[in-house]
T-cell receptor
Framework: DAGVIQSPRHEVTEMGQEVTLRCKPI?????LFWYRQTMMRGLELLIY????????DSGMPEDRFSAKMPNASFSTLKIQPSEPRDSAVYFC????????????FGSGTRLTVV | AQSVTQPDIHITVSEGASLELRCNYS??????LFWYVQSPGQGLQLLLK??????LVQGIKGFEAEFKRSQSSFNLRKPSVHWSDAAEYFC????????????FGAGTILRVKS
């Protein structure tokens, strides 16, 4: 298996622009998580899906952030409009809630908003 | 609320020396506990996990961790550290009522002296 695949690896954008981060989870996993990592706040859970349905989005910082999971093999995290304080590494992780087996993380997207 | 505390932000050990990284958790039910490692520019990799049974669990790369319920701790150990172990280490607790959401500690950065 290729693991959790995130794209792009790096994104530099100007303030006010829309940014879309993409994630392909491991086939067969039924849960998907979006995390944000910064020096100041560490790893924060933004939102997670179970069987493509958003379960907990309490970590989404503002309405500028939205996430979708249209099918079991694809998810997006969108920021519109982006701001410099959104600069961070965004990780996607997937897992199987039936096994409580921990999660597999993608390599992350490093977002820089200038 | 569930939380994980890693009291040491940075630790430096000499190559070949033993290592112990501390982790304390707060969770009302039986915890599912994890240790992840993150190398620079990479995603998080699962080192080991505890669900139940033997309180001493073995993981990859020669790491082990011991669950102590009385101390609410899950410390990570390695008898002899290699330079390639330099990375950031995260302890996490799985929150079952949210479908196994992982709550992470702030991480401990390990530096290895040659």
């Amino acid at each position: 298996d290729a693991g959790v695949i995130q794209s792009p690896r790096h994104e530099v954008t100007e303030m006010g622009q829309e940014v879309t981060l993409r994630c392909k989870p491991i086939s067969g996993h039924n849960s998907l998580f979006w995390y944000r990592q910064t020096m100041m706040r560490g790893l924060e859970l933004l939102i997670y899906f179970n069987n493509n349905v958003p379960i907990d989005d309490s970590g989404m910082p503002e309405d500028r952030f939205s996430a979708k999971m249209p099918n079991a093999s694809f998810s997006t995290l969108k920021i519109q409009p982006s701001e410099p304080r959104d600069s961070a590494v965004y990780f996607c992780a997937s897992g199987d809630t039936g096994t409580v087996d921990g999660y597999t993380f993608g390599s992350g997207t490093r977002l820089t908003v200038v | 609320a569930q939380s994980v505390t890693q009291p040491d932000i940075h630790i430096t050990v000499s190559e070949g020396a033993s290592l112990e990284l501390r982790c304390n958790y707060s969770y009302g039910a039986t915890p599912y506990l994890f240790w992840y490692v993150q190398s620079p520019g990479q995603g998080l990799q699962l080192l080991l996990k505890y669900f139940s049974g033997d309180t001493l669990v073995q993981g990859i790369k020669g790491f082990e961790a011991e669950f102590k319920r009385s101390q609410s701790s899950f410390n990570l150990r390695k008898p002899s550290v290699h330079w390639s172990d330099a990375a950031e280490y995260f302890c996490a607790v799985g929150v079952m009522e949210y479908g196994n959401k992982l709550v992470f500690g702030a991480g401990t950065i390990l530096r290895v002296k040659s």
